[in-house]
């Protein structure tokens, strides 16, 4: 096999999940983005899959097969096994455990020089299979989660961090969003955007707020995601305390960049987190944030210099932190800017940023392996 790193790669992805949320579209933006660099991608995943229609119109080629339970792991490996072999991968990049271990166990067979499993999620792991025996080299969105690996014994040279990237606000967007919801001229707008989870910390966030918006008549909280049963607990929650012309719940949306360009602060009260890069999302969009410091949000928000991170739990340094930005119009710009330029800077949060860097851990791992793409000697092992 040629020794050239800077042939272009074959790469198939495999994903045995049927939505179609953070984890599915980045799995897609990746493999637009790694397309863009001039590599060969494909997909691996169940035939109900949101994703198939998604990657299909994006003009990828899908392979589906039947994944979860054991006759469809006995009859789906050799079945990739077939797709890797004719197609000559260098790569398969899993991403759930189900998938992980029905494909990687048929790259195994095909003798796919390189198999990578992507870690998404900071949620405890019960069976370390899918990360020890099954892939050569892992892959996780935040250090914070190769930490937490590495703890559970994957060596350390086998594991590196590759950030999810974020979508970047269009030049000179404008918002609608004080117009749509009537607000005064002089109204504080708190944004926070996240799906409908007790872990993602909207109680914690109102009760943070209810006092100073009791203080402070121009302080509005948005909230943008949905989720049941917690949208209609929360509709109700708002009314008992009478703030439901104050706390505005506005579900799903497509114009997040938008509305992040109505808003003065982004907040997040979440209580586990692998990532948080909708912290760098708010960032892009010139707000200050406050976040938990948990899992990996400290990675998406520099403390004290883009935003304000307080203790998981803490309720009264949650409040503190949120009056101090509500405060201080100031100190709004100031840590507005800095995200600004912590993301446009940097760089390690754009799609570019992501496809270069899973190009060089591919083609890192693959040379150390003995294999360098396209692939024209099979490897196992």
């Known amino acids: 096999m040629s020794s050239d790193t800077s042939r272009p790669l074959r790469i198939a992805h ?4 049927l939505g179609y949320a953070g984890q599915e579209r980045r799995i897609l933006k990746e493999m637009q983005a790694m ?3 001039g590599h060969h991608v494909e997909l691996i995943c169940r035939p109900e899959a949101k994703l ?8 990828i080629t899908v392979h589906t097969l039947r994944m979860g339970g054991l006759v469809n792991l006995l009859r789906g490996a050799p079945k990739v096994a077939r797709i890797l072999r004719k197609g000559r991968f260098d790569v398969l990049n899993t991403h759930s455990r189900i998938d992980t271990l029905l494909a ?5 067979m095909a003798g796919t020089p390189l198999i990578v499993r992507t870690r998404h999620l900071t949620n405890r792991v019960n069976s370390m299979l899918a ?8 892959t996780t969105v935040s250090n914070h989660v190769r930490e937490y690996l590495i703890e559970r ?3 350390a040279d086998r594991v590196e961090t590759v950030y999810s990237p974020i979508n970047l606000p269009p030049p000179g967007i404008t918002s609608g969003l004080r117009e749509e919801l009537k607000l005064p001229a002089d109204a504080i707008v708190v944004c926070c955007v996240a799906i409908l989870r007790a872990t993602k910390g909207h109680r914690e966030l109102i009760e943070a707020l209810r006092p100073l918006m009791a203080q402070r008549p121009q302080v509005h909280l948005v909230l943008v995601g949905n989720g049941a049963p917690l949208f209609e607990q929360l509709q109700a929650l708002i009314a008992e305390i009478g703030l439901a012309d104050r706390i505005h719940m506005l579900g799903f949306r497509h114009d997040v960049p938008s509305i992040l360009a109505g808003s003065d602060i982004f907040a997040l009260a979440t209580q586990k987190e692998a990532s948080g890069t909708v912290y760098v999302e708010a960032s892009a969009a010139g707000l200050p ?11 998406m928000v520099n403390d004290g210099e883009t935003g304000i991170l307080v203790p998981a739990g803490d309720i009264a340094k ?9 405060d201080d119009e100031a100190l709004r710009a100031r840590m507005g800017e800095a995200g600004r330029r912590m993301v446009y800077g940097e760089g390690k949060f754009s799609l570019a940023g992501l496809a270069k860097r899973t190009e060089q851990v591919y083609q890192t791992w693959l040379a150390q392996r003995g294999a360098c793409g396209p692939a024209a000697v099979q490897q196992s092992g």
């Open 289 to 299: 944030v406050v976040g938990v410091d948990v899992g990996g949000v400290s990675e």
């Open 35 to 37: 397309r863009e660099r």
């Open 318 to 326: 949650l409040r503190a932190a949120l009056a101090s930005l509500i």
């Open 14 to 17: 495999a994903e045995a999940a």
């Open 153 to 155: 014994g994957v060596p």
């Open 104 to 108: 990687g166990l048929g790259a195994r």
């Open 131 to 138: 990360y020890t025996w099954v892939p050569h080299r892992i």
């Open 52 to 59: 198939v229609q998604a990657a299909a119109d994006a003009g």
